[in-house]
Structure formats: C-alpha cells, structure tokens
C-alpha cells in the first residue's frame, strides 16, 4: 500500500517542541521534493516548509525561519520537522507531501501525494 504516515504530534506548551516525522511506503521518498503544510480548522491551508530532493535546499514559511528545521533520511525513507517555541497560533494539522519534482515548491499544488496529517496543539 502505498502511503504517507506523519506522527509526532500532540499537545504542547507554547515554547514548547515536537519533531514530526513523515514516512513512506510502499514507494521511495528518494528523489522527491518533500513538504510540510499545515491546517487551522476554517482556515487554508499553508506551506511550512520544503526540502529538495538531495536536501541541498530548504525553504520555510517566514514566521517559522529560525525555530523549524526539516530534515530528510532517505535511508530510512523518512523527512521530519523539528519545531521549536511553538505558539498558539499554530496549533493545526500538520500534513507531509511528495512533488514529482527534484526541488520544492510553496504552493500545494508543486506537491501529489499528501498524508493524512498529525494533529499539533499549542495550548496554554
């Protein structure tokens, strides 16, 4: 079967952190643009961040630069997302996709395959 699985999330502090973690089966995350993207309930959905296929290249939403990094194991067939100092503001479902492309994009429509999210949530 071939699917995207993000785990990691949960309930958090804000300043708090959680590594989210998307990983593959079923087919090769290897070559592959990954992104991250999360979900506010009644909000659209947004770019977080991307990795090109090799990692030489990131990309990160403005206001998580510096506190989010993702990350790519390809022998493991697995990206994560470290977040750190989180907020309120973004507690979300927190989605990974695949892009048939070698370098990431922004948008979601630059990614196919999509997971079915982990659940984030900021509380305080």
């Known amino acids: 079967q071939v699917q995207l699985v993000e785990s990691g999330g949960g309930l958090v502090q804000p300043g708090g952190s959680l590594r989210l973690s998307c990983a593959a089966s079923?087919?090769?995350?290897?070559?592959?643009?990954i992104g991250w993207f999360r979900q506010a309930p009644g909000k659209e959905r947004e770019f977080v961040a991307s990795?090109?296929?090799?990692?030489?290249?990131?990309r990160y939403r403005e206001s998580v630069r510096c506190r989010f990094t993702i990350s790519r194991v390809d022998a493991r067939n697995s990206v994560y997302l470290q977040m750190n100092s989180l907020n309120v503001e973004e507690t979300a479902i927190y989605h990974c996709?695949?892009?048939?492309?070698?370098?990431?994009?922004?948008?979601?429509?630059?990614?196919?395959?999509w997971g079915q999210g982990t659940q984030v949530t900021v509380y305080s």
């Open positions: 990795i090109d296929w090799n990692g030489s290249g990131v």
């Open positions: 079923g087919f090769t995350l290897y070559g592959s643009a």
């Open positions: 996709a695949t892009s048939d492309r070698h370098y990431g994009g922004a948008l979601p429509t630059d990614f196919g395959s």
